[in-house]
Every structure is written in C-alpha cells, then in structure tokens.
C-alpha cells in the first residue's frame, strides 16, 4: 500500500535545521545527530570499504583519524567563548553532571564535533575546571617544598609592605611608596625564580589543560537544564 505526500509537511533542510537547534541552545540534539550521522555513514560504506581496503589498513586509516580529531583539539582556543559569566553561576554536581555515567562519553566522530564539545562543555563547567587547576597546583606544590616556602615567602612580603605602609603611613610619601613597591616587586621575582615555583605553575597548568581538553571533547552534551524528577 502506497501512502501519498502531506501537502502540508514541512521539509527543512540540514544545514537549516542545525542552525536553528544552535541557536535555540539545544546543542544536546546536535551533539547525538551528528555522531548518530557519522555511523550510518559508516556502517552504509562499511561493506565497500572493507572490500578495498584490507583490514590491517583499515585498522590503521581509523587510528590516524582518531589521532588527527585528538591533535586537532590542541589547536583551538577553548576559552574563546568563555565569559566571566560562567564562573558567578553555581558550580555543577561532581558526579551527576561532572562525571556522570560510563554512557556519557564517546570518542567524537569528527573534529567539528570535538570543538563543539569542548566549547560548551569548558562554558559548563569552568567552575569545576578551576578547582581542579586550584588541586592540580596545590599537589604540585606539596611535592615541592622549596616552591611553597617561596610562594609563602612571597606573599609574606607583600603583607609586611601592608603592614609597614599602614603603621608608618607610607602614602603621604608617593615617591618612598613607589620605590618601596618596586623593591618589593624585585625581591618577589627573585624569590619566585629561586624557588622554582614557574615550573611548579607550568605542571599544574599543563596537566589540568589536558585533562579539561580531554573531558571536555569525550564528555556528550547534555541539555542546559535537568528535568527535576516529579515527587
């Protein structure tokens, strides 16, 4: 039995219909229909494929597409879009919304989709991923001694120039305030260097990098707003 056309259905294209799930922030939708595209496409070519390909090569053809969505990661700006915004809001839950389930993640199908991810979800939870920086840099920290009694050192200064400037009331005296704040600013410099705190900050900041890129692009979308389940 052959069914004939509604006249009144409406046909939308593609690329229109993405645009406008986009711009209605249902970005969930967008995230599950293109990795949902990407395997019918590959399932339909799955039989040419292997018919020209050998196996062994079409092992390796995958893993290079997977190591070029991985590298293409490094390549974008992650906090183009990120506000200070972001960071007033609450921070989410740890483990419903943070980590969630084993289901929550899929390797992305394409790098547009990587960038898509890692986009909203750094927007997400830039709370979370500060903290984690903040625990990042506190490990590196108490692995270093010398760099925590230098970052103690140096903060010491500041609060004895503090100190100093309000019980011998340094500000009458702009020209004595000034020189006492760049003396302060040297030794701080030197202290910081001595005591190998950069590279402390550039451990922390390097493996909180790559562990928001990599949460950020595996993690699927999810809707803005959670249901609230009925009592």
């Known amino acids: 039995m052959a069914f004939s056309s509604n006249p009144l259905s ?4 593609d690329a229109a219909f993405e645009t406008w799930l986009r711009d209605t922030g249902y970005l969930e939708v967008v995230d599950r229909r293109t990795s949902d595209l990407h395997r ?4 339909g070519d799955s039989s040419s494929t ?29 906090f183009s879009k990120l506000t200070s915004d972001d960071f007033s809001g609450p921070t989410p839950s740890w483990t419903l919304a943070f980590v969630g389930f084993c289901d929550s993640y899929t390797f992305p199908s394409s790098s547009s989709q990587a960038r898509l991810r890692v986009h909203e979800n750094v927007k997400r939870y830039a709370r979370n991923y500060a903290t984690l920086f903040i ?16 970052l103690i050192s140096s903060l010491a200064l500041w609060d004895l120039l503090r100190f100093c400037s309000d019980k011998w009331r340094v500000d009458r005296y702009p020209v004595v305030r000034q020189a006492l704040i760049h003396t302060v600013q040297c030794a701080t410099a030197v202290v910081l260097f ?33 249901p609230t389940p009925a009592r």
């Open 40 to 43: 019918l496409s590959s399932g």
């Open 135 to 150: 625990i990042c840099f506190a490990c590196t920290l108490y692995q270093m001694p010398i760099a925590l009694v230098g």
């Open 194 to 226: 001595c005591s190998n705190v950069q590279f402390a900050l550039f451990c922390a900041l390097g493996v909180s990098y790559a562990v928001m890129i990599l949460h950020a692009s595996f993690r699927k979308l999810t809707p803005a707003k959670q």
């Open 10 to 13: 409406l046909s939308v294209p």
């Open 50 to 78: 292997t018919a020209s390909i050998p196996s062994n090569s079409f092992f390796f053809v995958s893993i290079l597409s997977h190591l070029g969505t991985l590298l293409s990661l490094f390549t974008l700006n992650p």
